[in-house]
């Protein structure tokens, strides 16, 4: 699988096109979450067109970038918060992130339980993901020169499965990106004339999928104890005594 660098990404987001699309997707992100006042936020994947409005009211604000992706500094006039690293290995503690926004990741991940496990552990027990991917149906998926079309897309129940096979339950489930992929400039200027009445019209073919989701633990906590239930249970034999490991128990043969 070809993932696209950091920079291509950056790129495809200074283009006018890509800045219709982060206006669209930030106003998704904005209507299930506001502002995240004293939250610890996340982004996983390329993230960094939609944690900007995060770094003045969060508690922290950062970014992982795949190591597939390579990286680059942000913000640019700022410190440094973003670091690298593979999905199977965050360097972040355990229950430690209130929100997590996933964008360019799941589409991508090498193994997506490996990574939807580690999602999982980082994430405190009353924290929320949101995990924006690509439509399968959708025209944007067949957009080979947008990273929308690139990865593996999936449809509403390939990504909601995947989610609760990891202990995730869904909270809110929205489409975005009705905009058709064309770069023609007046088709970038009524993006939100789309967005408005695409749902309406052809909302299966919609370009992401936006899907809210909470930590699962008392269905971890459960699938946990079953095992130990149902754990195949072996018995082990007492030595013998010594007495008994001494007597001839063919005595009466011999004699």
């Known amino acids: 699988m070809i993932y696209p660098s950091a920079y291509e990404l950056k790129s495809f987001y200074n283009t006018n096109v890509g800045k219709a699309v982060k206006n669209t997707v930030k106003k998704h992100i904005d209507n299930l979450w506001g502002d995240c006042d004293n939250l610890r936020v996340m982004g996983y994947g390329y993230t960094a067109p939609y944690l900007d409005k995060y770094l003045e009211t969060s508690e922290r604000c950062f970014s992982i970038m795949s190591g597939s992706s390579g990286i680059y500094k942000w913000p640019e006039e700022k410190d440094n918060l973003v670091a690298i690293a593979r999905g199977d290995e965050l360097p972040i503690e355990t229950e430690s992130v209130d929100r997590i926004i996933m964008m360019h990741a799941i589409e991508y991940a090498y193994s997506i339980d490996d990574l939807m496990q580690e999602i999982w552990r980082i994430l405190k027990s009353n924290g929320r993901i949101i995990a924006i991917v690509p439509n399968r149906i959708g025209f944007w998926a067949r957009a080979t020169w947008s990273p929308?079309?690139?990865?593996?897309?999936?449809?509403?129940?390939?990504?909601?499965?995947?989610?609760?096979?990891?202990?995730?339950?869904?909270?809110?489930?929205?489409?975005?990106?009705?905009?058709?992929?064309?770069?023609?400039?007046?088709?970038?200027?009524?993006?939100?004339?789309?967005?408005?009445?695409?749902?309406?019209?052809?909302?299966?073919?919609?370009?992401?999928?936006?899907?809210?989701?909470?930590?699962?633990?008392?269905?971890?906590?459960?699938?946990?104890?079953?095992?130990?239930?149902?754990?195949?249970?072996?018995?082990?034999?007492?030595?013998?005594?010594?007495?008994?490991?001494?007597?001839?128990?063919?005595?009466n043969d011999k004699e």
Do not use: W
């Open 148 to 251: 929308f079309g690139q990865g593996v897309p999936y449809t509403q129940y390939q990504i909601n499965k995947t989610l609760q096979k990891n202990k995730f339950i869904i909270e809110n489930t929205d489409r975005a990106l009705y905009m058709p992929p064309l770069r023609f400039s007046l088709n970038i200027k009524v993006s939100d004339f789309y967005e408005t009445y695409g749902k309406y019209i052809y909302s299966p073919l919609s370009g992401l999928h936006v899907i809210e989701a909470s930590k699962q633990i008392y269905s971890a906590i459960l699938k946990s104890e079953s095992r130990t239930k149902n754990r195949r249970k072996i018995i082990i034999p007492k030595p013998a005594a010594a007495t008994d490991r001494n007597c001839n128990c063919y005595k």
